[in-house]
């Protein structure tokens, strides 16, 4: 094992650790439901193309490039075929067996990054608990939600223009 996985398995294990409380465990198996194929940045997205008239198009947008992230980081997914952790108990169930990148923190990325720029603070807060969420509920090694968070706001900040109301 080199030193990667040796510092993602030790790191995994630490915050899977976490999860013995029952609170933390709640908060994580919520997080991890709530992310499940982006559902919470999809729903909040076009709830918010509903009640904001005069920026619907950038939230219908936004709304597009979180998916679309999410889309991507599933056909990655399938590239790579890297295994979940399979030396803690998971918290919760997964729609797939494979971990690289962390399609939850793909979304959560993007999602933040669009939503921020729509000026929502709350969206990188709450992107990071998703994302830390996915450790604790031990589905997933750290670089496994680095790559997704970097994949997520990569392709968020590459449509920013086209958000907006650009042809980028």
Not at 70 to 92: C, I, T
Request: proline content about 4%; some cysteine.
């Amino acid at each position: 094992m080199d030193d990667l996985d040796d510092m993602d398995h030790r790191i995994v294990t630490a915050l899977r650790a976490c999860g013995t409380d029952p609170r933390v465990a709640g908060a994580a198996r919520a997080l991890s439901w709530a992310g499940e194929h982006g559902a919470l940045w999809l729903a909040a997205g076009l709830t918010a193309a509903a009640v904001d008239g005069t920026r619907r198009a950038a939230w219908l947008r936004g709304t597009a490039l979180t998916a679309g992230a999410h889309l991507a980081s599933m056909g990655v997914k399938r590239v790579v075929r890297r295994p979940r952790p399979a030396h803690v108990q998971p918290l919760v169930r997964t729609a797939g067996r494979h971990s690289f990148p962390s399609s939850h923190a793909t979304s959560a990325a993007a999602a933040a990054v669009v939503f921020g720029a729509l000026g929502v603070r709350a969206a990188w807060p709450l992107a990071a608990a998703v994302c830390v969420s996915r450790l604790v509920a031990g589905v997933h090694y750290p670089s496994d939600v680095a790559a997704g968070a970097a994949l997520g706001a990569l392709t968020a900040r590459l449509g920013a223009g086209w958000m907006r109301g650009g042809t980028r």
